[in-house]
């Protein structure tokens, strides 16, 4: 494997390049980029790739130690950015009771090349990427476990970190504008006024959390690139 570089990429699991998953996605990178580390942004909506496809290349004794995925595709450069990057923060609104289509298809390649089928051990690689995880949502932050949220949520959480992340963060962006004029769509349930209040008043927090999230990732990447330059 090639020397991790001090750098920190996202992934925008959302269609939408300049909404409420994208601008925390950048204000996260902004935040990463005042500890000096590289960034990246790239849309998953722009790229065409599958999820597993069941090929086993990772699993053959070959090739299991190396965590390459086998199936070539848009996808195939960016897990090689990512392996090579000591940060990682995906970004996905919540459509239907989860993490959108694009983003489930990365996480199942990125977590089977490192899943070890093995009972000794649950990863290949003892060493991954400080891993950040904002999801942007309509629902309130006290409504996520009645919703069914909670659980999805901390599988996500669960799941990399025993894949040997050393620090997965979370972040909520509940109650989020939808529309710039909610009178353009048929959505009664929700009060456009309601909405922009929140925008006004609670999306810069989390646009504030967001920042202090990619300076959190950057200071543990910083710190396991440095360690990894002089092992």
Known sequence: MAERVHRVV???GSPRKNWNTAMLLEKALEGAKSLNAQTKLIHLYDLNFKGCVSCFFCKTKKNYLSGRCGHKDDLTEVLELVENSTGLILGSPIYVGDVTGVMR???ERYAFINLAYDPKAFAVRTQGQAV???YTMNVQEEDLDAMGYGPIFRSHKSLLERLQSPIVEQL???DTLQFDDYSR???PMFDEAHKKR???EQFPIDLKK????????ASQ???QAHSQGHS
């Open 10 to 12: 996202a992934l925008n």
């Open 105 to 107: 298809c990365f996480l």
């Open 132 to 134: 950040g995880l904002i």
């Open 172 to 174: 909520f962006a509940c």
């Open 185 to 187: 769509f048929h959505a």
């Open 198 to 200: 929140v925008r006004s």
């Open 210 to 217: 967001a920042y202090d999230l990619g300076r959190l990732l």
């Open 221 to 223: 990447s910083h710190s």
